[in-house]
């Protein structure tokens, strides 16, 4: 049973360039949560994506979007990079059932975003 | 809003020793989850021990032991007999209702755990 994958692994942009990361929940999970990992930080929630709809938002600027797919896939798109987005972005999946969210986070092994 | 406060930057243990590492978290909720999650050099973040509020028993998971003191919005995490590979970043958690029945994680800021041979 494969864990949550990224790719890709390592990333580096130039600042005002455009990056999209990948993510694949874990198999019957149906919810993704993007985090951005700054050096010597914990996580920071970005957004989640359930049913295809974005469903929280943290306190992050529209520069971030994402998608999720039918297959619960999901993307983290950001604009016009800032060397400040240099982190490491990570994905997680849960799951709902009757609209009760799992309470156990997967998470996968990241992207690490470099931005010059 | 929540939030967590892990006070202590980096930790060190003696092999086979017993360490602890502390966490506050500050919410006005009455029913939530808290977590310790270990990332290890390999950046994979690992769920460690989970306890529920409304659970006045502490959590335990082999060597991992929690104490939770909901009054006080304490919730420390023991690890017993140390081994090399419990040396990375600990971190706790808080997750926290959202919109749509949804939940978000808020994390604290990490500590690093070097385990001494």
């Known amino acids: 049973d494969a864990g949550v994958t990224q790719s890709p692994t390592h990333l580096i942009k130039t600042r005002g360039q455009q990056v999209t990361l990948r993510c694949s929940p874990k198999s019957g999970h149906d919810t993704v949560s993007w985090y951005q990992q700054a050096l010597g930080q914990g996580p920071q929630f970005i957004f989640q994506?359930?049913?295809?709809?974005?469903?929280q938002r943290g306190n992050f600027p529209d520069r971030f979007s994402g998608h999720q797919f039918p297959n619960y896939s999901s993307e983290l798109n950001v604009n016009a990079l800032l060397l400040g987005d240099s982190a490491l972005y990570l994905c997680?999946?849960?799951?709902?059932?009757?609209?009760?969210?799992?309470?156990?986070?997967?998470f996968g092994p990241g992207t690490r975003l470099t931005v010059t | 809003a929540q939030t967590v406060t892990q006070s202590q930057p980096e930790m060190s243990v003696q092999e086979a020793e017993t360490v602890t590492l502390s966490c506050t978290y500050d919410t006005s909720e009455s029913d939530y989850y808290l977590f310790w999650y270990k990332q290890p050099p390999s950046r994979q973040m690992i769920l460690v021990i989970r306890q529920e509020a409304y659970k006045q028993q502490n959590a335990t998971e082999n060597r991992f032991s929690v104490n939770f003191q909901k009054a006080a919005k304490s919730f420390s995490l023991k690890i017993s007999d140390s081994q090399l590979g419990d040396a990375a970043m600990y971190f706790c958690a808080y997750r926290t209702r959202g919109v749509s029945g949804t939940y978000k994680y808020i994390f604290g800021t990490g500590t690093r755990l070097k385990v001494l041979a």
């Open positions: 994506y359930y049913e295809e709809e974005e469903r």
């Open positions: 997680a999946s849960s799951f709902q059932i009757a609209g009760l969210s799992s309470y156990e986070q997967y």
